[in-house]
């Protein structure tokens, strides 16, 4: 827990790091600049609790301070005042002055009175003489700044339920509350009553005005981005991605203009030109562990928690069809055949089931049970005869589709993750949890080649071009590398991803890569140059 927190100031025009200053362990809370910008506060985490002025221009310390032992949320310079600011904690609120010649920072604690509040955030009146900080409670008290004493509170009827989350004020004096609740609520700086409220979805993270103070962006932490007017506080959404961990992407059949991902609570359709959200299909607290198109492209499947297979219309997304019981615990691969007649699952226990799909029915043909973990990816061959499936019991298996029996196995002591097949099926490329990518003969199942897929983690996914030239990987290490397939080494890298990396996919018109990570997003990456000339 000793190891230190960085800040960073960034220069915004060059977009590079203008400064370095490490003296926060662990977390930093709140940054605050100056109004002058000479300065920035910085408030560190629980395990800190120290209040530290950096000079801007040099980067060092210039004064700092316990802030004491209750957690500090919150750090604020006045609006006119270098040498002024406020803390606000779980149950009190500090006024602060720094003197930069002596180095020392002194404080005066505001007096709240018999009020007990976990206060979350404050804002600061342009005249330096009242501030506002919100609570746990869902109240807004009102600070008088030059007494440093409590003056009152509000709404008096109403409070903002599971908290208010982030304050800002307007040009006229009014405030703007998000809450917990997904509630951006409007109160008159007078009497701190509501004067006009919206509904967003998920909790309000973050307000940012915009410069003629008409409008603002909001942020919720469902991954949501809001146009608001300050006015009647109509929300337009702009915005949106997953919130959770992306389990898989999929393109239609020889369609690059749409695709489809998967998540905690829903399955969403996007446009892969203007990275707009085009369709939600909601199912609450389920996950999708997998998703795909119908070859014909008249249904998106999916594979749930549950163990339910669902499939929807793709452009309404309304319910086609539910397989019930499908596999214990959870579908957690699928793909269908080209002709769309027969849809093949894997399960959270191994097994690998063959369903024939009908207008009005789904029957299962066949159930096999070789693997002994969960099965993590299934891919059918052109010829419709064969599939080939990876699991994390260490077996890559072929599967006969005509006899529903197993042609081949690979075995490999490590926890597959992905397998494909090479354009020319006379191959196989698989990775997993040993960090390697293994090239293997599909008549014999031998190991050809291995190379090292990763130096820091687990490789989790793999994509291959059409014309199996170039393959594109991705995992723990958090960068997308595009591949040789012949000579077997890196031509390409892309840094982007904050967490793991969980699928890649290139559009059916090979100009763009696709790529998703269990922090939520989705990068859309371009396809370099020389490799689509090649191609």
């Given at each position: 827990?000793?190891?230190?927190?960085?800040?960073?100031?960034?220069?915004?025009?060059?977009?590079?790091?203008f400064?370095?200053?490490?003296?926060?362990?662990?977390?930093?809370?709140?940054?605050?600049?100056?109004?002058?910008?000479?300065?920035?506060?910085?408030l560190?985490?629980?395990?800190?609790n120290?209040?530290?002025?950096?000079?801007?221009?040099?980067?060092?310390?210039?004064?700092?301070?316990?802030v004491?032992?209750?957690?500090?949320?919150?750090?604020?310079?006045?609006?006119?005042?270098?040498?002024?600011?406020?803390?606000?904690?779980?149950?009190?609120?500090?006024?602060?002055?720094?003197?930069?010649?002596?180095?020392?920072?002194n404080?005066?604690?505001?007096?709240?009175?018999?009020?007990k509040?976990?206060?979350?955030?404050?804002?600061?009146h342009?005249?330096?003489?009242?501030?506002?900080?919100?609570?746990?409670?869902?109240?807004?008290l009102?600070?008088?700044?030059?007494?440093?004493?409590?003056?009152?509170?509000?709404?008096?009827?109403?409070?903002?339920?599971?908290?208010?989350?982030?304050?800002?004020?307007?040009?006229?004096?009014?405030?703007?509350?998000?809450?917990?609740?997904?509630?951006?609520?409007?109160?008159?700086?007078?009497?701190?009553?509501?004067?006009?409220?919206?509904?967003?979805?998920?909790?309000?993270?973050?307000?940012?005005?915009?410069?003629?103070?008409?409008?603002?962006f909001?942020?919720?932490?469902?991954?949501?981005?809001?146009?608001?007017?300050?006015?009647?506080?109509?929300?337009?959404?702009?915005?949106?991605?997953?919130?959770?961990?992306?389990?898989?992407?999929?393109?239609?059949?020889?369609?690059?203009?749409v695709?489809a991902?998967?998540?905690?609570?829903?399955?969403?359709?996007?446009?892969?030109?203007n990275?707009?959200?085009?369709?939600?299909?909601?199912?609450p607290n389920?996950?999708?562990?997998?998703?795909g198109?119908?070859?014909?492209?008249?249904?998106?499947?999916?594979?749930?928690n549950?163990?339910?297979?669902?499939?929807?219309?793709?452009?309404?997304?309304?319910?086609?069809?539910?397989?019930?019981?499908?596999?214990?615990?959870?579908?957690?691969?699928?793909?269908?055949?080209?002709d769309?007649?027969?849809?093949?699952?894997?399960?959270?226990?191994?097994?690998?089931?063959?369903?024939?799909?009908?207008?009005?029915?789904?029957?299962?043909?066949?159930?096999?049970?070789?693997?002994?973990?969960?099965?993590?990816?299934?891919?059918?061959?052109?010829?419709?005869?064969?599939?080939?499936?990876?699991?994390?019991?260490?077996?890559?298996?072929?599967?006969?589709?005509?006899?529903?029996t197993?042609?081949?196995?690979?075995?490999?002591?490590t926890?597959?993750?992905?397998v494909?097949?090479?354009?020319?099926?006379?191959?196989?490329?698989?990775?997993?949890?040993?960090?390697?990518?293994?090239?293997?003969?599909?008549?014999?199942?031998?190991?050809?080649?291995?190379?090292?897929?990763?130096?820091?983690?687990?490789?989790?996914?793999?994509?291959?071009?059409?014309?199996?030239?170039?393959?594109a990987?991705?995992?723990?290490?958090?960068?997308?590398?595009?591949?040789?397939?012949?000579?077997?080494?890196?031509?390409?890298?892309?840094?982007?991803?904050?967490?793991?990396?969980?699928?890649?996919?290139?559009?059916?018109?090979?100009?763009?890569?696709?790529?998703t990570?269990?922090?939520?997003?989705?990068?859309?990456?371009?396809?370099?140059q020389?490799?689509?000339?090649?191609?």
């Amino acid at each position: 827990m000793g190891f230190q927190a960085e800040v960073i100031i960034w220069d915004f025009a060059t977009k590079q790091p203008f400064q370095k200053m490490k003296l926060h362990k662990v977390l930093i809370q709140s940054l605050s600049f100056s109004p002058s910008e000479e300065y920035l506060a910085s408030l560190g985490g629980q395990d800190d609790n120290m209040l530290i002025v950096w000079d801007v221009a040099t980067g060092k310390g210039l004064c700092g301070s316990s802030v004491g032992h209750e957690p500090a949320n919150q750090v604020k310079f006045f609006n006119s005042s270098n040498n002024n600011m406020i803390t606000v904690q779980n149950l009190n609120v500090k006024i602060w002055h720094a003197d930069y010649s002596a180095k020392k920072l002194n404080n005066t604690g505001v007096n709240l009175g018999n009020l007990k509040r976990h206060i979350m955030n404050v804002v600061i009146h342009p005249t330096d003489v009242y501030a506002y900080v919100g609570t746990r409670t869902g109240d807004i008290l009102e600070l008088n700044l030059e007494r440093a004493i409590y003056k009152r509170s509000g709404p008096a009827r109403k409070l903002f339920s599971l908290g208010v989350q982030c304050m800002e004020l307007l040009p006229n004096g009014d405030l703007l509350v998000g809450t917990g609740e997904g509630i951006i609520a409007k109160l008159g700086c007078q009497n701190l009553a509501v004067k006009a409220q919206s509904q967003v979805m998920g909790a309000v993270t973050s307000i940012s005005l915009t410069g003629d103070g008409t409008h603002f962006f909001l942020g919720t932490n469902q991954s949501n981005t809001y146009l608001v007017d300050t006015d009647q506080l109509n929300c337009e959404l702009r915005n949106t991605c997953h919130y959770e961990k992306i389990n898989d992407i999929a393109f239609p059949h020889n369609y690059s203009e749409v695709f489809a991902t998967c998540s905690i609570n829903d399955i969403r359709v996007w446009n892969a030109r203007n990275r707009q959200e085009l369709l939600r299909i909601q199912v609450p607290n389920l996950e999708s562990f997998c998703v795909g198109f119908a070859q014909d492209g008249k249904s998106i499947i999916s594979g749930w928690n549950d163990g339910k297979i669902r499939a929807f219309l793709p452009q309404s997304g309304k319910l086609m069809y539910v397989i019930n019981d499908a596999h214990r615990h959870g579908v957690t691969a699928i793909t269908t055949t080209l002709d769309s007649s027969r849809l093949i699952s894997g399960g959270m226990e191994g097994e690998v089931r063959i369903w024939r799909i009908g207008k009005q029915t789904q029957t299962m043909e066949v159930s096999m049970k070789e693997h002994r973990g969960r099965v993590w990816a299934i891919q059918v061959n052109k010829s419709n005869e064969q599939a080939v499936s990876a699991s994390s019991d260490g077996s890559c298996i072929v599967w006969d589709l005509k006899n529903f029996t197993r042609l081949t196995c690979l075995f490999e002591s490590t926890m597959f993750k992905q397998v494909l097949f090479h354009p020319d099926e006379s191959q196989l490329l698989t990775t997993g949890s040993d960090r390697k990518i293994t090239y293997w003969d599909t008549f014999d199942g031998q190991a050809i080649r291995m190379l090292d897929g990763s130096e820091d983690g687990e490789v989790n996914t793999l994509a291959m071009t059409e014309d199996g030239e170039y393959f594109a990987s991705g995992g723990e290490d958090q960068l997308v590398k595009i591949w040789s397939y012949d000579e077997g080494v890196v031509l390409h890298e892309g840094l982007g991803h904050s967490a793991t990396i969980t699928k890649t996919t290139f559009s059916p018109d090979q100009r763009s890569l696709i790529s998703t990570g269990s922090e939520g997003a989705i990068f859309i990456w371009n396809v370099p140059q020389s490799i689509l000339q090649r191609s």
